[in-house]
């Protein structure tokens, strides 16, 4: 009996140690796993990335439910601290707040009550020759694709607008180029803008050149409020 109980005894001790180390390979692995998911999001901060889709191409906002024209201004917003209300937790996509500083960041909003419906950062590339969007982000109630609501249409062409607007003001004649987040939105820029797939410092990067810019401006209104 002895020697059973012994047995036993150990046993129960191996028992517990087996589990103890699978705790341990559980928790390591979350670790790593974590880690792994907080480092690829500050690499998408730091490169940028595109994940907006384009809806029907108006020259202003479309209020969705009445079908009124809503006109628009564009600002650029100055403090980082402003920016804290835009976050990846309140359908922003990521913390703005948290962009490089060699992003500008630009507001599209109602002219009527400066309410705003999408946010563009904008970096003025000058290796490239162009302006790089680094992130494009409608207003959580404009994006019918994650939350399955849409207040406006015309947000993220607007957004695309901004940038060549802002690519002409840097001598680039309106170049822009960006990473898509995937290949069907690489398609979707390609079919909607003419853009031309690079990918040479991204598998899904994209150009759109001079003369597609111009025929964004052409198309998109918005006025400038500097103040």
Not at 170 to 198: K, P
Request: charged content about 20%.
């Amino acid at each position: 009996v002895p020697k059973i109980v012994y047995v036993y005894k150990q046993i129960i001790k191996y028992y517990k140690f087996f589990a103890i180390s699978n705790v341990w390979k559980f928790l390591s692995l979350f670790h790593i796993t974590t880690f792994l998911y907080w480092e690829n999001s500050m690499i998408l901060l730091e490169q940028g990335c595109i994940n907006i889709w384009i809806d029907e191409v108006v020259p202003c906002l479309k209020d969705t439910e009445t079908g009124e024209i809503k006109e628009t201004v564009v600002f650029k917003i100055q403090s980082r601290a402003y920016l804290k209300e835009f976050q990846k937790s309140n359908g922003w996509h990521i913390n703005w707040n948290e962009l490089p500083r060699n992003v500008d960041v630009y507001a599209l909003a109602l002219k009527e009550d400066n309410s705003i419906q999408g946010l563009v950062g904008i970096k003025n590339d000058k290796d490239s020759n162009a302006a790089y969007i680094h992130w494009a982000c409608t207003a959580p109630h404009n994006n019918k694709h994650e939350y399955n609501k849409q207040k406006y249409v015309g947000v993220g062409g607007h957004l695309f607008a901004i940038a060549a607007d802002k690519s002409m003001e840097w001598g680039y004649e309106g170049a822009v180029h960006g990473f898509a987040a995937n290949e069907e939105l690489l398609q979707h820029y390609i079919n909607v803008f003419h853009a031309e797939y690079l990918g040479m410092l991204h598998q899904y990067q994209f150009f759109i050149d001079e003369e597609q810019a111009k025929n964004l401006l052409e198309v998109y209104h918005y006025e400038w409020n500097e103040t």
